[in-house]
């Protein structure tokens, strides 16, 4: 009789146990305390069509300036460039500079936000409510992606199959190499056929 009060007890203690490991303090997770940058990011989905326009006129100045960038040279322009589309981008899109952009074809959504770096699609996991399922306080960044391209003009882009991350790029400014890669396929089309 005598081990019946303290199995009863470490019952008690047992339940007690449960309940404070079950205890998880609001505002504690990575998520909660980034809420601001989800909240920008949001934002920036909402408002994809808009920049779009902008980032399309953009590119336009940067091609435009892009004997500029020649004779000063684009490893030279890539520190200040660098710098200012960092703080831009990293502001509005919560940008990590794979150096391989991709906003324009996931509806102002970055793609490298996810946890799992996935750059074509959500995977099997996004939770009922919309999020993502390794961080539950996080919407998902390809829930979003579609959001924000059917506001866009060219909201066909995000069925595009996009290559995987080259980390070598990582860190360099992905304005610069879309601004290279233009001017060369430019200068390549305006040159006439050797046959002709």
Known sequence: MADAPTTTTQASLNKKAARKIAYKPSGV???RRNARRFAIRLWSVRHARALEWFYARLAKVFLMLHPMWKVVG?????????????????????CRMCGQCV?????????????????????????????????????CVWVQAWSGAQKMQERDNI???????DQALGQTSSWLRVTANAAAERELSAQPEAGQ
């Open 29 to 31: 997770s990575a998520t």
């Open 74 to 94: 684009y490893q030279r322009a890539e520190a200040p460039i660098k710098f200012i589309e960092k703080h831009v981008k990293g502001l509005l899109f919560d």
């Open 103 to 139: 906003l324009s074809s996931t509806g102002m959504s970055c793609p490298m936000n996810c946890p799992k770096q996935l750059r074509n699609g959500p995977c099997g996991g996004v939770r009922a409510n919309g999020h993502c399922e390794v961080e539950p306080d996080m919407p």
């Open 159 to 165: 069925l595009n199959v996009q290559k995987p991350v």
